[in-house]
């Protein structure tokens, strides 16, 4: 499949050094918290733009603040954080301005993610109305 799409399969690191952009998507489990810390940000180029849409857990806040401070990365845009809502406390707050972006976890309330929400909550209530399982059953 992954000739069909043009794609290769390659180990985090190797992903890490070519990175112009690496957008975080992951789950939190066990293995994602942590994931960028120290020595993801050691491999990274200077200009690499981290964006952490995942969970906060996964990046490592003191790590990236600092690798942002010393110029070791080019930029980072985060919309979620260990604790939240942030705090003035948190690392980042300090390195804040041209190169980092701080939401406060809602970077995905837009016209268009509102509007999926609605349908898909009306889908789900008609499913249940009509005696069917709902489309977004969480067990």
Known sequence: MEQSLGVTYAPLMDLLKAADVLSLHCPLTNETVGLIGHEALAVMKPTVVIIN?????????????????????????????????????????AVAGDKVVLTPHMAGATMESQMRIITMTVENLA?????????????
């Open 127 to 139: 499913a249940v109305i009509e005696g069917r399982e709902p489309i977004n059953l969480v067990t």
């Open 53 to 93: 849409v995942a969970r906060g857990e996964v990046v490592d806040e003191d790590a990236l603040a600092l690798a942002l401070k010393e110029g070791r990365i080019g930029g980072a845009s985060l919309d979620v954080f260990i604790g939240e809502p942030i705090t003035p406390g948190n690392p980042l707050m």
